[in-house]
């Protein structure tokens, strides 16, 4: 880890409790520390947190298809794609298609 710098940002939001015990994932790494394996380690460490303390039983990641390295990152720590969501998110003016992809506390 690098003490002096923000290597990048994890959130859990729309945490939904009740019978759900749901929330939704979003991460971004900064530039320079990308593709260097610190948001595995992170996402390792909030899925934990998410499940042990949160008490969460599901995280869900919603991707761009072309985002190839965030797919992969999910992937290696665990997440399952689960499907396909046309016009998803209006972003860069234009609504955009999404892979649904999650994790439960059993697969971890």
């Given at each position: 880890?690098h003490?002096?710098?923000?290597?990048?940002?994890?959130?859990?939001?729309?945490?939904v409790?009740?019978?759900?015990?749901?929330a939704?994932?979003g991460?971004y790494?900064?530039?320079?520390?990308?593709n260097?394996?610190?948001?595995?380690?992170?996402?390792?460490?909030?899925?934990?947190?998410?499940?042990?303390?949160?008490?969460?039983h599901r995280l869900e990641?919603?991707?761009?298809?072309?985002?190839?390295?965030?797919?992969?990152?999910?992937?290696k720590?665990?997440?399952?794609k689960?499907g396909?969501?046309?016009?998803?998110l209006?972003?860069d003016?234009?609504?955009?298609?999404?892979?649904r992809?999650?994790?439960?506390?059993s697969?971890?």
């Open positions: 880890m003490a002096d710098h923000l290597i990048g940002v994890f959130n859990i939001s729309e945490i409790r009740g019978c759900f015990q749901s939704y994932l991460y790494a900064f530039e320079p520390f990308a260097q394996g610190y948001m595995t380690q992170g996402l390792r460490l909030l899925v934990e947190h998410a499940f042990n303390t949160l008490k969460l990641a919603n991707i761009r298809p072309e985002n190839n390295a965030s797919s992969k990152l999910v992937k720590v665990g997440f399952q689960e396909y969501s046309p016009n998803y209006y972003l003016g234009a609504w955009r298609d999404h892979e992809w999650a994790i439960i506390v697969q971890k």
